[in-house]
């Protein structure tokens, strides 16, 4: 099994910026750069819903209304993916968990789940 390790998560005025990472220490560089990469995002009484995607090709995927504020980033060779977030709101807070997952979905990885809680 693969661990991901979750950092960056914490407390944030509305308007501020922060950034997650999510680090894949077992992997191989070879391996870590065959996976897209991803963040989810589940706010309390909320389904889980997709924040933002990089394909090993480099395709990007944006969840509704986030494109402009959230940009993922990858280093395939520290093995490790990260997203910025700038102008955060009350509405973005919520639990961000990072996803590591093959082509094919085969291989699904996730990380443990970071809060993030901005305040009004």
């Known amino acids: 099994q693969v661990q991901l390790v979750e950092s960056g998560g914490g407390l944030v005025q509305a308007g501020g910026s922060l950034t997650l990472s999510c680090a894949a220490p077992s992997l191989s560089v070879s391996a870590f750069s065959r996976y897209d990469v991803a963040w989810y995002r589940r706010a309390p009484g909320n389904a889980r819903e997709l924040v933002t995607s990089l394909s090993r090709d480099g395709l990007l995927r944006y969840g509704d209304s986030l494109r402009g504020r959230f940009s993922p980033s990858r280093n395939d060779l520290g093995k490790i993916h990260s997203l910025h977030m700038k102008s955060l709101k009350p509405e973005d807070t919520a639990v961000y968990y990072c996803?590591?997952?093959?082509?094919?979905?085969?291989?699904?990885?996730w990380g443990q789940g970071t809060q993030v809680t901005v305040s009004s």
């Open positions: 996803n590591l997952r093959s082509a094919a979905g085969a291989d699904d990885y």
